[in-house]
């Protein structure tokens, strides 16, 4: 009579053993493989920029451009007690400003927010030999560096430096033509400006 009772509950707990087995063991829910392989998406992460995909930052000061007059530049010079004596001489005889000063590029080797200012000094024939840069500050122009030469072109380098090209005359070249061109390159250091290459060419 017991082993009719223990029957059935064997058979029953039998096949419940059955039913809950696979070829791989037991089953777990939840732990399926995936039937098509996950594939990375297309779309860029919207949290990360390479190199090449960021914006420059905006600068937290703008860059307010100042103006000045030559006058103002002359004036801010004759005061400059370290001026050079020969162009002191110059400036202080200078009464029509347009015949010895005239405005050359406007630059930031400084990178700050107000730009700088080259300033070529030169004769009344339009003889340039000398240039000087001048920062621009809200009470007025400063000067923070010059240079004497002859036939002087001053402009913007690639790298954020003054690249100056003169002319060396020989004794025996004409007014108009020096036979040797220097280029020499300026840079702001963070206090001051020095000369970090300089080469001679020859002409033809």
Same mark, same amino acid.
């Given at each position: 009579?017991?082993?009719r009772q223990l029957l059935p509950i064997a058979l029953v707990a039998l096949l419940a053993l059955t039913g809950c087995a696979n070829s791989g063991g037991l089953r777990v829910? *939840? =732990?399926?493989v995936p039937s098509t392989p996950a594939t990375p998406s297309d779309k860029p992460s919207t949290n990360f920029a390479g190199p090449d995909q960021r914006k420059p930052a905006t600068p937290t000061t703008p860059v307010t451009p100042v103006t000045v007059s030559l006058a103002q530049v002359r004036l801010s010079l004759l005061a400059d007690k370290n001026l050079e004596g020969f162009f002191r001489v110059v400036l202080a005889?200078?009464?029509?400003?347009?015949?010895c000063l005239s405005r050359g590029p406007t630059v930031n080797v400084?990178?700050?927010?107000?730009?700088?200012?080259v300033v070529m000094i030169h004769t009344?024939?339009?003889?340039?030999? *000398? =240039?000087?840069?001048m920062e621009l500050e809200p009470s007025?122009?400063?000067?923070i560096w010059g240079v004497k030469a002859d036939k002087l072109k001053v402009n913007?380098?690639?790298q954020g430096d003054l690249v100056v090209e003169s002319g060396i005359f020989q004794g025996d070249d004409p007014v108009c033509?020096?036979?040797?061109?220097?280029?020499?390159?300026y840079r702001w250091n963070g206090r001051q400006m020095i000369k970090v290459s300089s080469r001679d060419q020859k002409g033809d």
């Open positions: 009579m017991r082993a829910e *939840g =732990a399926e005889k200078c009464t029509v400003i347009d015949r400084m990178r700050s927010a107000a730009p700088q200012l009344v024939d339009s003889f340039v030999y *000398g =240039a000087v840069l007025g122009p400063r000067r913007p380098g690639q033509c020096p036979s040797v061109t220097r280029v020499e390159v």
